[in-house]
Nanobody
Framework: QVRLVESGGGLVQPGGSLRLSCAAS????????MGWFRQAPGKEREFIAV????????YYGDSMKGRITISRDNAKNTVYLQMISLKPEDTAVYYC????????????????WGQGTLVTVSS
């Protein structure tokens, strides 16, 4: 069992920045790869970014590329998503996910999901 707990969401003005955190616990092998997705109201879930704990590989989805950075703190078992230049269309629930494999992380069923954290971009 892997437990993922997101934090850091909230209300931010357009153009602002926010850093989301995802603290992981549980079976190490099942959280070797961690990433972020989001789901806006009325829309399908969308892949944002992924990072592999073991070799540092990262991959970003197209929707926020250039405005986000995924990073990890191995000592804290935490993965972060730094977001800048936020737009109203970035408003969504952001989910952390974990899996044992990096391959096709962005488009297949994954081992574990967090409960999500709401990001609202509005003036």
């Amino acid at each position: 069992q892997v437990r993922l707990v997101e934090s850091g969401g909230g209300l931010v003005q357009p153009g602002g920045s926010l850093r989301l955190s995802c603290a992981a616990s549980g079976r190490t092998a099942s959280r070797a790869v961690m990433g972020w997705f989001r789901q806006a109201p009325g829309k399908e879930r969308e892949f944002i970014a992924v990072s592999s704990w073991s070799d540092g590989r990262t991959y970003y989805g197209d929707s926020m590329k250039g405005r986000i950075t995924i990073s990890r703190d191995n000592a804290k078992n935490t993965v972060y998503l730094q977001m800048i230049s936020l737009k109203p269309e970035d408003t969504a629930v952001y989910y952390c996910a974990a899996d044992r494999d990096y391959y096709d992380f962005h488009r297949r069923p994954l081992d574990a999901w967090g409960q999500g954290t709401l990001v609202t971009v509005s003036s």
